[in-house]
T-cell receptor, first 112, second 114 residues
Framework: QKEVEQDPGPLSVPEGAIVSLNCTYS??????FMWYRQYSRKGPELLMY????GNKEDGRFTAQVDKSSKYISLFIRDSQPSDSATYLC????????????FGGGTRVLVKP | DGGITQSPKYLFRKEGQNVTLSCEQN?????MYWYRQDPGQGLRLIYY???????QKGDIAEGYSVSREKKESFPLTVTSAQKNPTAFYLC?????????????FGPGTRLTVL
């Protein structure tokens, strides 16, 4: 079993819909949670960064962390075709070396 | 502009050859990382370095080697011992301060074995 599980999709939504993405994990030591967006054949770019449990909002993006359930989510409101990409969750225990463990990524397609 | 550069963008290797992938950053970051990305498997850590002249193996280091002679540079060599080297290789860097650190990625190098 992988340490971080993420549905590969693809997830297809109409423009303007809410995109809901999630990851589950097994390592209770993870404290730092990130979401990256990756366009095809490009490097990932950091979208959201959350420490421990709770919600964080940044524009159209909301990240949620539920450490008791070992479950994190990313919501994208008012989705645009430019949001079409692969979304990767990543997490870290915060130890020396800051090793990140990634989910496999969810491919999202926003149709005009 | 500050950032991370990787070269080449595409690389083709014949069986039995060693190839070196370049990664340079001008962000003044202490820590640098190499990841491999295969379809549907996310990113897997190959090697990382927290300081010049020091580096650590990641989860899939076999068949790879690195050096860190300068703060700005962290080249990755894919040796002939790597059984399945065809993949997308990503370099990242971070301040190297532990818990609140965030990693920033380069544009990647796509390696294909012919």
């Amino acid at each position: 079993q992988k340490e971080v599980e993420q549905d590969p999709g693809p997830l297809s939504v109409p423009e303007g819909a809410i995109v809901s993405l999630n990851c589950t994990y097994s390592n209770s030591a993870f404290q730092y949670f990130m979401w990256y967006r990756q366009y095809s054949r490009k490097g990932p770019e950091l979208l959201m960064y959350t420490y421990s449990s709770g919600n964080k909002e940044d524009g159209r993006f909301t990240a949620q962390v539920d450490k008791s359930s070992k479950y994190i989510s990313l919501f994208i409101r008012d989705s645009q075709p430019s949001d079409s990409a692969t979304y990767l969750c990543a997490m870290s225990a915060g130890a020396a070396g800051n090793k990140l463990t990634f989910g496999g990524g969810t491919r999202v397609l926003v149709k005009p | 502009d500050g950032g991370i550069t990787q070269s080449p963008k595409y690389l083709f290797r014949k069986e039995g050859q060693n190839v070196t992938l370049s990664c340079e950053q001008n962000l003044n970051h202490d820590a640098m990382y190499w990841y491999r990305q295969d379809p549907g498997q996310g990113l897997r850590l190959i090697y990382y370095s927290q300081i010049v002249n020091d580096f650590q193996k990641g989860d899939i280091a076999e068949g790879y080697s690195v050096s860190r002679e300068k703060k700005e540079s962290f080249p990755l060599t894919v040796t002939s011992a790597q059984k399945n080297p065809t993949a997308f290789y990503l370099c990242a860097s971070s301040l190297g301060r532990g818990g609140t650190d965030t990693q920033y990625f380069g544009p990647g190098t796509r390696l294909t074995v012919l």
